[in-house]
């Protein structure tokens, strides 16, 4: 009996083995739809490719995603951890964090106390002033802070178009929280998951490198005008302690363009941030890059009337790339899109005609149809690709054309830029050559497509990185 | 290759057991391990394993020698001598030729350049298992191997190879020749092998992850007690690891007719160092027993030769470990405190309760640990202050620094747990036929987790590249 029940184990296991190597060997699958890439495969095994440890390691690699339920198992680990991670993370941090928000909540009180008393101090000082004289002084003491105010809310109003001449507001720490660290080094600060921040010591060789080229290009193009737009985000300011990277103002001071045509997606405060992107994603959301397009359409066409959001729709969850190799399960957050009254555009993506950039209006009318929502949405397939080159043409506009040259985050705008230009292009430099098959000259392009108004765009990646770099 | 990876599971044990078992003679039986083997080391270094072919050739040869030479006493001993000194010097050029040359820098200024030199995986222990034949030859305890592929084939046997025990000739000497396997010892080496994944891929990887987490962290972040915790959890990865490690070894050697010694008696319940070390590496201990410590004189000497013997044993210990100074200073530190037990606290500590002196033991295990874990001197310096005169534990600033630190802190529990014998509990069920149903079922299943683990995590430290 026992040589049975152990004959049996052993055959059981044995089996179980070399059926696992037979599938990942003789059956391989293409595609992994969990971690949204190509799934590994053998290496051929050569003398050359054993010696040099490559076959060794693709091996690995393909076991890893090969083996039937490898897949199934990793997703179940994955759980199983950041739920039971999760649930202790809650359970430790949550005397902390409702101090913090208690004391957050305490700290606006104070201030609104303080206004009012201010105010009514104000009011009485008035009342009380006994003669003409004392009155007068006191008129001219309100008058000048009046005056100062007004120099503040106009420094504000400034700023919120994205102008900045040299003044903007600290960093406004409106919270006690603090950044925790999860294992893959993604930081989590209240419910957004974030990068760390890359100051300007950091980046400022690889800056210089961007702005040179973009001086010799105003320089050479004097017949274009040029715009520049940096996007802050979570990497440019430290939320708990005050801290700028300093990139947007360093960016600002080097590059040779009036005040008014290079203008920044300015973020002050966390409250703000939260409203303006993703928890998960590291790109702006609906709320943001409306914000962002406006500020857009002020420096380009200033006066031009923007389209207005109409509704805001949830179109389902999003587990963006913050949270990938994190812990997707956990970090998950509803997205919803805004809509707007769009007129038609004949849209061109690498040569390509399309009827649509982005699937927003899609997903929208889904809902209202009473479809169910997207189990895991993704900012490229809502607002649109990173197509190396984009082509909107708007029969309905005589504004003129205009090239974007940009990475992701412009993707957001583009739908609501294109109903303001006769011709908007968009080029992606990352994947024009991959994606046109043509080598991208900025020389010959503005030469072929009678560009006058060229922008810039994007966030620090788009300013470091070589690939962004217009030679 | 580790035991520890898919491509062990998928590719190489189960194509070994496959081909080892379609044949029926021994011979040919013999060659399927031999080139298993060989794949198996290859596999992590494709060209080092010639250079541990060449020290087997050299040890068969001088084998071969030391056997001819039988009736002349000095031609043996000048055979056996160079043998000994030509394997030694191996171990000692790639191993410790780097650290010899930085320290000799280190005193007379940058005069020689510092080789580099790749290490070879295992060849501590292929090293002292070959020693341990020439000797015991030498001896007259073992008989001559006259077959090459026999030789190599002891060596470079893959559960044995990178992470020991060490297999002394004598215990294998006959199996080589002649054994037998059966489905119920099959089934008790996968049982052994199974335990042994878990203990590594479950429980040591683990608690390593919460020891990186804070050694690599801020120390004023962690504290006195992160760092206590960070050295227990340590003391638990190196012996969830390295018993894990026996324990697959035992399994697969098994597996395939083979009966290793066993190298660990759960040494953390020792209520003293002697105790403990005679539960740890039971084979490294008793190899210096046996090939150092006697020849030297053991304790039948003079007590000043006597405490030289144990100074010289046990830096050679430390030093087997790795070259580096922290090992030297572990083992001296080992060294003194079995000098002092034998005198003086030995007597004290028998007297004390079991609880106290088992906590004073570990006490003394976990702080060598702490000395053996960091190599470098000012992490040493850091942990060892913080330990002792560290801040006041932090639990917001902990997690901010690393939120891992929940998931590692999970496993020190499992492990102090585990640490104790209750794995013999299982041992008793499985002597009834329905228990043993149960215990096949349960290690089937642990199979299955320990494979879960390895496709989520990609976190499995390799302790023994200094080995």
Same mark, same amino acid.
């Given at each position: 009996?026992?040589?049975?029940?152990?004959?049996?184990?052993?055959?059981?296991?044995?089996?179980?083995?070399?059926?696992?190597?037979?599938?990942?060997?003789?059956?391989?699958?293409?595609?992994?739809?969990?971690?949204?890439?190509?799934?590994?495969?053998?290496?051929?095994? *050569?003398?050359?490719?054993?010696?040099?440890?490559?076959?060794?390691?693709?091996?690995?690699?393909?076991?890893?995603?090969?083996?039937?339920?490898?897949?199934?198992?990793?997703?179940?680990?994955?759980?199983?951890?950041?739920?039971?991670?999760?649930?202790?993370?809650?359970?430790?941090?949550?005397?902390?964090?409702?101090?913090?928000?208690?004391?957050?909540?305490?700290?606006?009180?104070?201030?609104?106390?303080?206004?009012?008393?201010?105010?009514?101090?104000?009011?009485?000082?008035?009342?009380?002033?006994? $003669?003409? +004289?004392?009155?007068?002084?006191?008129?001219?003491?309100?008058?000048?802070?009046?005056?100062?105010?007004?120099?503040?809310?106009?420094?504000?109003?400034?700023?919120?178009?994205?102008?900045?001449?040299?003044?903007?507001?600290?960093?406004?720490?409106?919270?006690?929280?603090?950044?925790?660290?999860?294992?893959?080094?993604?930081?989590?600060?209240?419910? =957004?998951?974030?990068? +760390?921040?890359?100051?300007?010591?950091?980046?400022?060789?690889?800056?210089?490198? =961007?702005?040179?080229?973009?001086?010799?290009?105003?320089?050479?193009?004097?017949?274009?005008?040029?715009?520049?737009?940096?996007?802050?985000?979570?990497?440019?300011?430290?939320?708990?302690?005050?801290?700028?990277?300093?990139?947007?103002?360093?960016?600002?001071?080097?590059?040779?363009?009036? $005040?008014?045509?290079?203008?920044?997606?300015?973020?002050?405060?966390?409250?703000?941030?939260?409203?303006?992107?993703?928890?998960?994603?590291? =790109?702006?959301?609906? *709320?943001?890059?409306?914000?962002?397009?406006?500020?857009?359409? $002020?420096?380009?066409?200033?006066?031009?009337?923007?389209?207005?959001?109409?509704?805001?729709?949830?179109?389902?969850?999003?587990?963006?790339?913050?949270?990938?190799?994190?812990?997707?399960?956990?970090?998950?957050?509803?997205?919803?899109?805004?809509?707007?009254?769009?007129?038609?555009?004949?849209?061109?993506?690498?040569?390509?005609?399309?009827?649509?950039?982005?699937?927003?209006?899609?997903?929208?009318?889904?809902?209202?149809?009473?479809?169910?929502?997207?189990?895991?949405?993704?900012?490229?397939?809502?607002?649109?690709?990173?197509?190396?080159?984009?082509?909107?043409?708007?029969?309905?506009?005589?504004?003129?054309?205009?090239?974007?040259?940009?990475?992701?985050?412009?993707?957001?705008?583009?739908?609501?830029?294109?109903?303001?230009?006769?011709?908007?292009?968009?080029?992606?430099?990352?994947?024009?050559?991959?994606? *046109?098959?043509?080598?991208?000259?900025?020389?010959?392009?503005?030469?072929?497509?009678?560009?006058?108004?060229?922008?810039?765009?994007?966030?620090?990646?788009?300013?470091?990185?070589?690939?962004?770099?217009?030679? | 290759?580790?035991?520890?990876?898919?491509?062990?599971?998928?590719?190489?044990?189960?194509?070994?057991?496959?081909?080892?078992?379609?044949?029926? #003679?021994?011979?040919?039986?013999?060659?399927?391990?031999?080139?298993?083997?060989?794949?198996?080391?290859?596999?992590?270094?494709?060209?080092?394993?010639?250079?541990?072919?060449?020290?087997?050739?050299?040890?068969?040869?001088?084998?071969?020698?030391?056997?001819?030479?039988?009736?002349?006493? /000095?031609?043996?001993?000048?055979?056996?001598?160079?043998?000994? !000194?030509?394997?030694?010097?191996?171990?000692?050029?790639?191993?410790?030729?780097?650290?010899?040359?930085?320290?000799?820098?280190?005193?007379?200024?940058?005069?020689?350049?510092?080789?580099?030199?790749?290490?070879?995986?295992?060849? %501590?222990?292929?090293?002292?298992?070959?020693?341990?034949?020439?000797?015991?030859?030498?001896?007259?305890?073992?008989?001559?191997?006259?077959?090459?592929?026999?030789?190599?084939?002891?060596?470079?046997?893959?559960?044995?190879?990178?992470?020991?025990?060490?297999?002394?000739?004598?215990?294998?000497?006959?199996?080589?020749?002649?054994? /037998?396997?059966?489905?119920?010892?099959?089934?008790?080496?996968?049982?052994?092998?199974?335990?042994?994944?878990?203990? /590594?891929?479950?429980?040591?990887?683990?608690?390593?992850?919460?020891?990186?987490?804070?050694?690599?962290?801020?120390?004023?972040?962690?504290?006195?007690?992160?760092?206590?915790?960070?050295?227990?959890?340590?003391?638990?990865?190196?012996?969830?690891?390295?018993?894990?490690?026996?324990?697959?070894?035992?399994?697969?050697?098994?597996?395939? @007719?083979?009966?290793?010694?066993?190298?660990?008696?759960?040494?953390?319940? !020792?209520?003293?160092?002697?105790?403990?070390?005679?539960?740890?590496?039971? %084979?490294?201990?008793?190899?210096?027993?046996?090939?150092?410590?006697?020849?030297?004189?053991?304790?039948?000497?003079?007590?000043?030769?006597?405490?030289?013997?144990?100074?010289?044993?046990?830096?050679?210990?430390?030093?087997?470990?790795?070259?580096?100074?922290?090992?030297?200073?572990?083992?001296?530190?080992?060294?003194?405190?079995?000098?002092?037990?034998?005198?003086?606290?030995?007597?004290?500590?028998?007297?004390?309760?079991?609880?106290?002196?088992?906590?004073?033991?570990?006490?003394?295990?976990?702080?060598?640990?702490?000395?053996?874990?960091?190599?470098?001197?000012?992490?040493? %310096?850091?942990?060892?202050?913080?330990?002792?005169?560290? @801040?006041?534990?932090?639990?917001?600033?902990?997690?901010?620094?690393?939120?891992?630190?929940?998931?590692?802190?999970?496993?020190?529990?499992? @492990?102090?747990?585990?640490?104790?014998?209750?794995?013999?509990?299982?041992?008793?069920?499985?002597?009834?036929?329905?228990?043993?149903?149960?215990?096949?079922?349960? #290690?089937?299943?642990?199979?299955?987790?320990?494979?879960?683990?390895?496709?989520?995590? #990609?976190?499995?430290?390799?302790?023994?590249?200094?080995?």
């Amino acid at each position: 009996m026992k040589t049975a029940v152990n004959a049996v184990f052993a055959a059981g296991v044995l089996t179980a083995l070399l059926t696992g190597l037979g599938k990942a060997a003789l059956l391989p699958e293409d595609i992994n739809e969990y971690e949204n890439r190509y799934m590994e495969q053998f290496a051929p095994l *050569t003398v050359e490719s054993y010696l040099d440890g490559s076959f060794q390691e693709q091996a690995e690699k393909a076991l890893a995603d090969q083996l039937p339920w490898a897949i199934d198992a990793k997703k179940s680990y994955n759980t199983a951890v950041s739920g039971f991670t999760g649930s202790v993370f809650d359970a430790l941090t949550r005397g902390y964090r409702e101090a913090a928000a208690a004391e957050d909540a305490r700290r606006l009180e104070e201030e609104k106390k303080a206004e009012e008393e201010r105010l009514a101090a104000e009011e009485k000082a008035l009342q009380e002033a006994k $003669d003409a +004289e004392e009155r007068a002084a006191l008129e001219a003491k309100l008058e000048a802070e009046r005056q100062a105010r007004e120099a503040e809310i106009r420094l504000q109003n400034e700023l919120s178009r994205g102008i900045y001449r040299g003044v903007r507001n600290e960093v406004k720490v409106d919270s006690t929280e603090r950044y925790f660290t999860l294992p893959s080094g993604r930081l989590v600060y209240k419910e =957004h998951l974030m990068y +760390e921040n890359r100051f300007l010591a950091g980046e400022q060789k690889k800056l210089d490198d =961007h702005i040179e080229a973009i001086n010799n290009l105003v320089e050479r193009h004097p017949e274009i005008t040029f715009y520049t737009y940096y996007i802050e985000k979570e990497t440019d300011v430290n939320f708990q302690t005050g801290e700028r990277s300093g990139i947007f103002e360093y960016l600002h001071d080097n590059i040779d363009l009036p $005040d008014e045509n290079k203008r920044g997606f300015m973020i002050d405060r966390f409250s703000d941030f939260d409203a303006w992107f993703f928890k998960t994603d590291h =790109h702006w959301c609906g *709320t943001g890059s409306y914000r962002g397009y406006t500020q857009v359409l $002020d420096m380009i066409l200033p006066g031009e009337t923007p389209l207005e959001p109409l509704e805001y729709t949830e179109i389902g969850k999003l587990s963006g790339s913050k949270a990938t190799g994190t812990d997707t399960e956990r970090y998950t957050e509803t997205v919803g899109v805004w809509s707007y009254d769009f007129k038609p555009v004949t849209i061109t993506l690498n040569g390509e005609k399309s009827s649509e950039y982005g699937r927003q209006l899609a997903y929208v009318q889904r809902i209202k149809d009473g479809g169910t929502p997207l189990e895991n949405a993704k900012y490229g397939a809502v607002y649109g690709p990173d197509s190396g080159e984009a082509i909107f043409e708007n029969p309905e506009s005589d504004n003129g054309s205009i090239l974007i040259l940009g990475e992701s985050y412009d993707n957001a705008l583009l739908m609501l830029l294109s109903q303001h230009f006769s011709t908007l292009y968009s080029v992606d430099l990352r994947n024009y050559k991959a994606q *046109t098959g043509k080598v991208f000259s900025f020389d010959s392009y503005v030469k072929e497509h009678g560009i006058d108004r060229v922008l810039l765009i994007g966030n620090l990646d788009y300013y470091v990185l070589q690939a962004f770099i217009l030679k | 290759m580790v035991f520890s990876s898919l491509p062990f599971l998928f590719i190489f044990i189960s194509l070994t057991c496959l081909f080892y078992f379609a044949f029926r #003679s021994l011979k040919w039986r013999n060659g399927v391990l031999l080139f298993a083997s060989l794949v198996f080391y290859s596999w992590g270094e494709p060209r080092l394993v010639l250079l541990m072919a060449l020290v087997v050739l050299a040890a068969w040869a001088g084998g071969l020698g030391i056997d001819a030479l039988k009736d002349r006493p /000095k031609a043996r001993r000048a055979c056996f001598i160079g043998t000994v !000194s030509l394997i030694t010097l191996n171990l000692a050029v790639f191993k410790y030729l780097g650290f010899l040359v930085s320290n000799i820098n280190g005193i007379f200024g940058p005069v020689l350049t510092v080789p580099v030199i790749e290490l070879p995986i295992g060849i %501590s222990f292929y090293t002292f298992q070959i020693l341990s034949y020439v000797i015991d030859l030498y001896k007259g305890n073992v008989g001559v191997q006259k077959s090459f592929p026999r030789l190599l084939l002891y060596v470079s046997f893959f559960p044995q190879l990178i992470a020991g025990p060490i297999v002394r000739y004598s215990t294998v000497e006959s199996e080589i020749g002649r054994r /037998k396997e059966d489905v119920n010892e099959i089934a008790w080496g996968l049982r052994r092998f199974i335990t042994g994944l878990a203990k /590594k891929v479950i429980i040591s990887n683990g608690v390593a992850r919460f020891a990186e987490i804070v050694y690599a962290g801020d120390p004023q972040v962690y504290g006195r007690l992160m760092y206590w915790l960070a050295a227990i959890a340590y003391s638990l990865q190196l012996y969830f690891d390295f018993s894990g490690y026996s324990d697959m070894a035992i399994g697969l050697g098994r597996i395939f @007719g083979f009966h290793f010694l066993e190298n660990f008696d759960h040494p953390y319940v !020792s209520c003293s160092i002697t105790e403990f070390w005679r539960r740890w590496h039971i %084979s490294l201990s008793t190899w210096f027993r046996d090939y150092i410590y006697i020849p030297l004189g053991g304790s039948r000497v003079s007590r000043g030769r006597w405490f030289f013997n144990i100074m010289v044993v046990w830096s050679l210990t430390g030093l087997w470990h790795g070259a580096s100074w922290n090992f030297v200073f572990w083992g001296l530190y080992y060294g003194l405190l079995l000098v002092l037990e034998k005198l003086v606290t030995g007597r004290l500590m028998a007297k004390l309760p079991r609880p106290i002196s088992w906590l004073i033991t570990m006490f003394i295990v976990i702080l060598g640990w702490t000395i053996f874990d960091l190599t470098d001197p000012a992490a040493l %310096s850091t942990a060892l202050r913080t330990m002792f005169a560290g @801040g006041p534990f932090r639990p917001m600033d902990v997690l901010a620094a690393n939120t891992g630190i929940i998931e590692g802190a999970f496993y020190i529990p499992l @492990g102090l747990i585990f640490m104790f014998p209750v794995g013999k509990l299982f041992k008793k069920i499985e002597s009834s036929a329905p228990g043993l149903i149960l215990a096949n079922l349960w #290690s089937a299943a642990l199979l299955v987790l320990c494979c879960v683990y390895m496709f989520g995590s #990609s976190f499995n430290p390799f302790i023994y590249f200094r080995f």
